[in-house]
Structure formats: C-alpha cells, structure tokens
C-alpha cells in the first residue's frame, strides 16, 4: 500500500538554487497539502489544493509555489532557495471535503540550504 | 493565524505509567484529531474525534472532545517502550477546506 510517497527523502541545496519536491497519492484523493515542519515545532501549511486545477495559500506560503496538473501529483516548487527553508516537508491527502475525512501523510524530505 | 496551546511540551514517565496530555484553542473546531509521529517518518493519524463531547478510544488510547469545541485531551494508559514519540493535536474546520492546524506537539519518552 504505497498512500503518500514524497521524493526525495533527504536533499541538500546551496543558497538561490532550485529544486521541486515531488509528491504522489495513489488514493483518488482530491485534497492535497505541503507543510513544513521546523525543529520541536508543529506542522504549518503552506500551500493546498482541493482538486486538479486548483491551488491556494496556506500560512507560509511565501517562497514557495505548487501545480496540480493531476490528481495524483502536487510538487512543490522552490525557486530561489534561502537558508530559512531549511526545514522537514510533509506531504498529505483526504478525500471528499468534509471533517471526517482525516489526512494522511507521506514520510517527508528532509531540506538543508547551506 | 490560529493557534493550538498543546501541553506539556515533554514528558519522561516510567512503562508502566498513564500519561495524559491536552489541546486548547481560542476559537472552535470541528474535529480534533490526534496524530503520532516517531522519528524519521510522517504523522500517523490515532485518533480522530468529530463531535463535542465525543470521547473515542483506540486500544491504550482514549481522547475526548472538549464541550465547549475549543479543547481536547488525549490519555495513554499503561505505556510501553514503543509509545515513544511526538504527539500532535489538530484541529479542523469545516469552512477551512480540510485544513488542519496543528500544536506543537508533545515529546514522550518512556523509560524501560
């Protein structure tokens, strides 16, 4: 049962280079999110999106962007890297809108901008 | 943006012993739910509680959705070495397109 795989597992980059962090749900879920997850704190959101098409802004959004060109993929997209992302991002999906629908989570790619 | 006040922030308790740990919020949710996340891997949803007063349990596990919406708890009973981790609450609200806000978690340690 593979749910949410997330590529790569861990990455190092240098300071204003690029990179994409892909993400794949192979449970038809239409709800799709990027968090972050920085040392002893919870997770935050950065970007959603509720189905192909369709994307918006979290609660840190800023330097980062998504596509969902599919309903399987959601890659996040950072264009010109800074130290302050380095961070843990994980990847989750849900079904049908609704509360009782709960998230389910990839195992995260560690990021480290040096 | 919103909060949730998860407490304690750690916790070193002996196999054996019950543990308990809680969520508020300022304003009200939906749905609490409770994930566990051990080292190296994403959050693994335990408990997921929909309705104001609800108390669900899971095996060792039980969690209670707070009346006034804007708390929850969650007991371990009898710990084991693998009860080890970070639990996290979160909240949900139905006007938030699935969003979820989360605490900061609580780091348990059980001692053999």
């Known amino acids: 049962n593979a749910g949410v795989t997330q590529t790569p597992k861990f990455r190092i980059l240098k300071i204003g280079q690029s990179m994409t962090l892909q993400c794949a749900q192979d449970m038809n879920h239409n709800y799709m999110y990027w968090y972050r997850q920085d040392p002893g704190m919870g997770l935050k959101l950065i970007y959603y999106?509720?189905?192909?098409?369709?994307?918006d802004k979290g609660e840190v959004p800023n330097g980062y962007n998504v596509s969902r060109s599919t309903t399987e993929d959601f890659p996040l997209r950072l264009e010109l890297a800074a130290p302050s992302q380095t961070s843990v991002y994980f990847c989750a999906s849900s079904s049908q809108i609704g509360s009782n629908q709960p998230q389910h989570f990839g195992d995260g790619t560690r990021l480290s901008i040096l | 943006g919103q909060q949730l006040n998860q407490s304690p922030q750690s916790m070193f308790i002996q196999e054996g012993e019950d543990v308990s740990m809680n969520c508020t919020s300022s304003s009200i949710f939906n749905t609490w739910l409770w994930y566990k996340q051990d080292p190296g891997e994403g959050p693994v949803l335990l408990i997921a509680l929909y309705k104001a007063g609800e108390l669900t349990s899971n095996g060792r596990l039980t969690a209670q959705f707070g009346i006034t919406r804007k708390d929850s708890f969650l007991n371990i009973s009898a710990s084991i070495p693998s009860d080890v981790g970070i639990y996290f609450c979160?909240?949900?609200?139905?006007?938030?397109?699935?969003?979820?806000?989360f605490g900061e978690g609580t780091q348990l340690t059980v001692n053999p």
């Open positions: 979160a909240g949900q609200k139905e006007t938030s397109g699935s969003r979820l806000t």
């Open positions: 999106s509720v189905g192909a098409g369709i994307t």
